[in-house]
């Protein structure tokens, strides 16, 4: 191998060929609209990920899956008792997703692998391509919880037990669909991790930027709130005599927006999901089940926000006189990926003369749990009108090429670094 290929310097990917991968994927759960709904563990998330096992197969890996159900791809390197440098993301989808959230990231790592196999380069370090399950945390709360698993920061059992909203749990739903692997999940050392991925925001596209080079992720934090009223009827029932527990969550959700909106720059906040019972036109409403889902890239400020959701919540239960289950189910501390990981991102744009600014992910990634166990980057790319979660989701087949290029280029760089 020459100086030039162990840095990776000027070696290109097939952008055709990650376009033509990301399409025949999309078809998997392909919705009317041209986008994707795929909910993890589900037979359209088998079918994916058979798809992306057949390929990687085909391109000479071999695969293990863990009890999570997380796939690993490996290419072996020359010296394979080095831990690996490993990329990936997600084929799980929202239930209106697009067609580039998650399967960006796989199949980026799958032409990665592809691509040095064209030029035959072997790396020193072995290279995984993973499929973390369940990243989106819209069918199984919470999300990243199987990289979550990999990563230490919950137990096998957490995992395994987390349930839908019909009580499907994880663990009985990747064994229905035949990806409860034998592996033990995690322990084991990864070299570094590189995770590429669309923005899912405005800012590339509004910067005109092709590549954001990710320093790091916000915090969040998701509660699950039930409020408890009385059912009654619609046309006899007095209004001052109500307890009406929507009317406690619609005041609710107006507090969950101000307290966003009162938290700028960079606070989010949103109610997504919301379950009225009995969900009568002439019930008043009895109960509500709904989630809340809160961000900011500062601690300190995620905290405070916390505290007065908190208090608001409380005084509207009482006011009403409601009965209140209020539970955080899940705390994702703002994250800070590793800085020689970030600066092999950043060389490689610089490198292949690619405009690119660093960016704060405002979603969450596998990759941020990732970061506690390996030195870890994300590289992002621009989509159109920065919108994500949707099935109007779209992507320039260009800015997916070069992410791809500085993702080959940063796993080279570090897979051939002395370690
Ligand atoms: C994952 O998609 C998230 O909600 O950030
Ligand atoms: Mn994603
Ligand atoms: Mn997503």
Avoid at 15 to 42: F, H, P, Q, Y
Avoid at 155 to 168: I, P, V
Avoid at 238 to 247: N, T
């Amino acid at each position: 191998m020459s100086d030039t290929q162990a840095k990776g310097d000027n070696l290109r990917t097939d952008g055709n060929r990650l376009w033509d991968s990301l399409m025949e994927m999309a078809k998997i759960g392909e919705t009317e609209k041209g986008g994707v709904c795929r909910l993890a563990l589900t037979d359209l998330d088998r079918e994916s990920r058979d798809l992306f096992s057949r390929w990687c197969e085909d391109a000479g890996c071999s695969i293990t899956v863990d009890k999570m159900g997380n796939i690993f791809a490996r290419r072996p390197g020359k010296n394979n008792d080095l831990p690996p440098i490993m990329t990936g993301s997600h084929l799980d989808s929202q239930p209106t997703g697009g067609k580039y959230d998650g399967v960006y990231g796989v199949l980026a790592g799958l032409e990665v692998v592809r691509t040095l196999n064209d030029l035959n380069i072997e790396t020193e370090a072995p290279i995984e391509v993973a499929v973390w399950t369940n990243e989106e945390g819209s069918r199984f709360a919470p999300a990243m919880v199987a990289s979550g698993v990999f990563a230490g920061v919950f137990d096998l059992d957490y995992g395994l037990s987390r349930a839908d909203l019909d009580g499907k749990t994880m663990g009985e739903e990747l064994e229905r669909i035949g990806y409860a692997g034998d592996q033990d999940v995690g322990g084991r050392e990864v070299g570094a991790y590189f995770e590429a991925h669309i923005e899912q925001g405005p800012i590339l596209e509004n910067e005109d930027k092709t590549i954001g080079v990710v320093t790091g992720a916000q915090g969040q934090r998701w509660y699950e709130v039930t409020l408890t009223g009385q059912e009654a009827h619609a046309g006899p029932t007095p209004m001052h005599s109500r307890k009406d527990a929507l009317v406690g969550a619609a005041r609710m959700v107006g507090e969950v927006n101000r307290i966003g909106l009162e938290n700028q720059p960079n606070a989010c906040a949103t109610v997504g999901l919301m379950q009225v019972t009995p969900n009568s036109r002439n019930v008043i409403p009895g109960s509500v089940f709904f989630c809340i889902d809160f961000r900011h890239p500062k601690d300190e400020v995620l905290s405070g926000m916390d505290a007065e959701l908190r208090k608001v919540c409380a005084d509207i239960a009482a006011d009403i006189g409601l009965e209140m289950d209020f539970e955080e189910i899940w705390y994702s501390p703002p994250v800070a990926f590793d800085e020689a990981c970030v600066s092999a991102v950043r060389s490689a744009c610089e490198g292949g003369n690619i405009g690119h600014m660093d960016i704060v992910s405002g979603a969450g990634h596998d990759a941020c749990y990732l970061s506690r166990v390996a030195p870890t980057a994300m590289i992002f790319t621009p989509c159109l009108n920065g919108i994500s979660h949707n099935e109007i989701e779209s992507a320039e087949p260009e800015h997916l090429e070069a992410g791809c290029n500085v993702l080959l280029q940063a796993m080279i760089e570090r897979a051939n670094a002395i370690q």
